[in-house]
């Protein structure tokens, strides 16, 4: 019997079967409720390796490949993960990492201060340690100004480290910084081979080295997680070396560029030695630049607590930077409010502001492109 118009119902309807006969897809994955928690200490090549069952007599250190569902997400040392399939950590064996664990802390930066793309460091960390050299390479303030912003933002305490203080005097360094509640370490022995990748004598440098930088920074890592960034040729894998035992090669400085050697390709994470548990040292490869495209302007301020008190008398709306007129900052500066190099942490404040801001601006002319 034909129907009229309007008597058709949904039970009328024929779905034709999907000819590939697979299922519906869904956006459930497994709970993993199984996997064991692990601790990345270094990635290589889209293997990830991690230490498991920490600090107890099943201790081992565990090789991973991640799973589909975490491409995009970027996993880093100090990252702790879950782990499925064979975690024994055997030979030639492979797990599976199908989660990464809210983290604590995450230290970015960008590649400068105009790209937007923002590169995780490392993950986890409760301390960030800025090891510059006194002289050779020559110490830069604006790498340690966007290092104590970068570790700021993050809630990632600073300590500074400065090594080779006997072929210069550090003071002049230091007195930028008198105002901040900032720790500080001072290395004065110098690497004797400052040419090629100094691996024999290593030994002998760490042990002349115990009795004064790394003494003073082992008390510092104690139960921490630190991280270590620094110019190449600073000395920082020699620190390392003589915290936790290693042997991460060391280099010295190009005699024409100034620049130090690239001695490490990737971050490790290693164990301090006579630590209790909880205590790592993580080791970047040396960076030359710090970019801060991903902090907001408004909180770089935060990182020069010797300047800030000044922006009281600022007029509503001043961003501080170089264009803004009559900014409290000057009068602050000017009336030594803000020390000896007072001056100098404003102009190193104003070209980090000035570089935040031209991105801010790219980005909104960029919007405004679009619409």
Known sequence: MARGTGGWDESDVRV???KKGSRPRT???PAHEDAV????ITVDRGRYTAIVDEDTAQERIVTAARARELRRTPVVAGDLVGLVGDVSGAPDTLARLVRVN???TVLRRSADDTDPVERVVVANADQLVIVVAAANPEPRTGFIDRALVAAYDAGISPLLC???ADLKDPAELLANYDHLDLEVIISRTAQEEDSGIDSESDD???ARLAGNAVSA???HLLGKVSVLVGHSGVGKSTLVNALTGSRRATGGVNAVTGRGRHTSSSALALKVNDAPAGSWIIDTPGIRSFGLAHVDPDRILSAFPDLEPGTEACERGCRHDGDAVNCGLDPWVESGQAGSAGAARLASLRRLL???MRTENRAHAKELGSQ
């Open 16 to 18: 034709r079967p999907n």
């Open 27 to 29: 956006k459930d994955r």
């Open 37 to 40: 928690t692990g601790r990345i």
């Open 102 to 104: 809210e983290r604590d």
């Open 162 to 164: 400065v090594t080779k």
């Open 204 to 206: 002998g440098l760490s």
């Open 217 to 219: 920074l082992h008390e």
């Open 354 to 356: 000035g570089s935040g």
